[in-house]
């Protein structure tokens, strides 16, 4: 499969790189897709949410009201879980969300996910580029001109620049990232995927091995 190669005020190089049939021409795996999904959204989580239970609330621990005959439940004291500003019942605790993927199945997700982007025409590749300094104004001017405006746009690096990163910090739906950090959830949730021809063969490197 061949893209030309734009510069970044989107004209075309004449030049054209191949991307790997290997990578961007597989037959997607949806459930591999889920379970890299599911491991990058969990490993984001805190896992910080804490609820008190019935022992661990302060408050007298008298009997409000007689066993039986009330025409009510058998709420015993104020820490209740019946009562309203009572303890929970099985409430969340601090726990860890983050698993573990196989490296092989981490690849076919990422190889799934860039498949999906060459078959919806998602995979803009532009020559390498920089910036001396962080200018936001420059950033969007290369948005507009690869007519990615209002669309979500993922820009991978063949490495992290910081320029460029900063350009696009308070940019919305847009994200600068090193190609080698890469993972399906980015890719899937980005409308446009620009690379530069650098982190085409980065990214040959990587999910070749």
Known sequence: MEVSVLNIQGQETGRKVTLND?????EPNDHVLYLDVKQYLGNQRQGTAKAKERSEMSGSTRKLGRQKGGGGARRGDINSPVLVGGARVFGPKPRDYRT?????TKQLARKSA??????????IVVEDFTFEAPKTKQFLEVV???KAEGKK???????????VYLSARNVQKAEVMGAAKLNAYKALNADVVVMCESAV???DEILTK
């Not at 290997?22 to 597989?26: E, G, P, R, T």
């Not at 746009?153 to 320029?163: G, Q, R, S, T, Y």
């Open 114 to 123: 860039l498949t999906y982007k060459a078959q919806e025409n998602g995979i």
């Open 22 to 26: 290997a990578i961007y021409a597989i």
């Open 153 to 163: 746009v993922l820009f991978l690096m063949p490495e992290d620049n910081k320029n």
């Open 144 to 146: 507009k001109n690869l």
């Open 201 to 203: 063969k980065t990214i």
């Open 100 to 104: 573990k993927l196989n490296l092989k």
